[in-house]
Structures are given as C-alpha cells and as structure tokens.
C-alpha cells in the first residue's frame, strides 16, 4: 500500500475464507463424486443432525434455498388463499414472496428504528380474522423482540416462523435463532454467514409433526414414493452442499466471534474519528448476540457517501433501497409512502460497510478513514 493510495476494501472476500479451508472442502466435494449419491444421502442427513445440534432444535430439515424453506414452512403449516401473514417490510423480498405465492396476503408492521426487525408492541393491532401466522425477521446477524410476539402469538393461536436466513447462531436471552418459535428458517447462499458453494436452505423445528410434513412436502408431497399426500415441491438440499456446509458448520462460532470482534473496532474507530455523532452504529439490542451478518450504519447523505467509497476502492451494499409495501409487486395491497415510516427511513438512510471474518484492521481504518474524509469535506 502506497502512501496516501487507499487499500481497496471489498463489501465481502469469499476467498479469503476458501483460502483457509480449501483442502478440507475439496476433500469432502470429492468424498461425495467417489460416492455418486447426490439428492438426499448421508451428508444431508449429518449436516441435519449437527445443524439441529448447533440450534438445540429437535428438527432439521434441509432444502434448496432459504426462500423454500419460508415456503415451505408455510406450505406445512397450512397457509394458502385468503389467509394474513403478518411481517415486517424492512426485509429480503423472500419473507413476504413466499406469502403472496400461495396466495396469502403479506400485513406489514413496521420496525423498531434501533434493531431494524419489527416492532413488537405494534403486531396485536394487525391481528385480525384471517391471521394464520407471524413471520418475524432476525435482520443484519441480531434477533428481533420475540417475548411480545411470541405472547400475542400464543394468545390467538397462531404459529410464528423465524426468518433467520440472516442469523445461524445468533442468540436472544441465551436462546438461538431460529429455536423460539414454530419453525425456524435458514439460508446457505454463498454470501450468508454459512454459506454454500450455490443455494441451500433448511428448516427447523421441535414440532414432529410439522416436521414429517416438511420431509414429505420437500419431495412432491410423496410418501411413501409415488404416492402423493400433499401437491408439493421439489426442494432439497444437495449432498454437495451439505458436504461443504459440514466443513464449514464447525468454524462458524469462531467466524461469528471474529465478526463481533470487527464490529467492535467499527465502533471504536468511529468514535476516535469523532464521527459517533454522524454516523449511527448498530446498537446490539437487549438480551441478543448479534452475529454482525451485516455491519449496518445509517448515515446522511447515504447515495453520495457510498459513490466516494466507491471511488476509493471501498465496496458497501443497501439492504435494503426500497421498502416491501413500496414494491410493485404488491401495488395490489394499496400501500403509500409514509405507510411505515420507519421502515422507509432506514431504507434512505442505512449503509453495509465490508465486514467479513477475515477482514484486517488496516482495512477497516482504510473504511472508516474514507468515511471521515467525505463528512470532513
Ligand atoms: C437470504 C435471505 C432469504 C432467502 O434465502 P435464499 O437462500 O437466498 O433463498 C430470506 N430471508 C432473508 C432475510 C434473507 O436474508
């Protein structure tokens, strides 16, 4: 690095983490050509079990994406036409597509502005009639407030379903996301904290029931072969990725501590730059451990500052630019600006700066420098 020339920062480095584990996964991607055996074999059904492990769920189910295993999740407990799924829009598309594909209708309730994920004390009012389930959120690597939801929810009988695509291994009073309600539900593509070399999902549950109809729903509804209970899908997850994924499962509690721990110097060397003012850090909500999926800051003039760091070599992402009740896709729900204000707020102003477990100290100051020089001009 020459003197005065910024390091480049890429928003995320996947071969930076290949390059510490490529002889074991290329041992296990060959373990799985020697054997031939590609849809749902023995790695499957290890990575199931070590995943259930890691949880402390009863279940584990695995399948082709985390959008399937939303689906999924819904398909099994029954929703369909003319029922209400209440979420939060401040999220990836998938966790209300899988409501609006069976013909659900998504309620949107809006965020707490501090954690981002939905405000707990705001879901009772959008319970209604047609209410058959609650998908809450676990946005950026931290768990949403569960105990109101989870107290609402068992008031009137409806089932939740975690949305912790963004979360493995994240806990909220000890306990881990995805384990606190009905169904919790995961994503493996390649950018997430677990990621696979391609899609993969999986579904958790301590519900035996629930879970014998997500096994059959993952292969058509069929059971015993050919034999059709369910109109299902074909969804699993492959033995490729689960043989990845099994290399990768026992480092991830390391990943997440390094990613804390680089959340930490953030958040230390805004304050040094006297930039704690300007910049909103995350705040990491009560009882939680956040895995910093994502290290989300909100900021003032967010589209200007992201084209300087880019222009210094600095990658950053928006997640997310446009609120789900804004999208055109749901015109149909008649919603309008100012509808979630807080939700249209931190889709204006949040900014994922690079954060990865590999990533180095001269880089995050290259970051956090780069951001000083934009306020500072
Ligand atoms: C990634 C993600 C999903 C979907 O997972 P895919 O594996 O990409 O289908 C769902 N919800 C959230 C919050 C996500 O971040």
Known sequence: MSPGRPQSVPVLDLKAQYATIRAQVREAVDRVLEGQHFILGPEVAAFEAEVARYCGAKHAVGCASGSDALLLSLMALGIGQGDEVITTPFTFFATAGCIARLGAKPVFVDIEPEGFNIDSSLVEERVGQRTRAIIVVHL???????????EVAGRHGI???EDAAQALGATHYGRRAGTMAEVGCFSFYPTKNLGGAGDGGLVVTGDDGLAEKLR???VHGARPKYVHRYVGLNSRLDELQAAILRVKLPYLAAWSDMRAQRADTYDKLFMEAGLAETVGLPTEMEGNRHIYHQYVVRVPRRDELREHLAARGVGTEVYY????HLQECFRDLGHRPGDFPQSEKAAAEVLALPMYPELTLA?????VGAVR????R
């Open 140 to 150: 950026y690597g931290q768990c949403c407030t569960m105990g109101p939801v989870l």
């Open 159 to 161: 089932p939740v379903v």
């Open 216 to 218: 059959v729903l993952r």
């Open 321 to 324: 630019p446009l609120s789900l």
């Open 363 to 367: 880089q995050q100051e290259a970051v």
């Open 373 to 376: 020089e934009f306020y500072a």
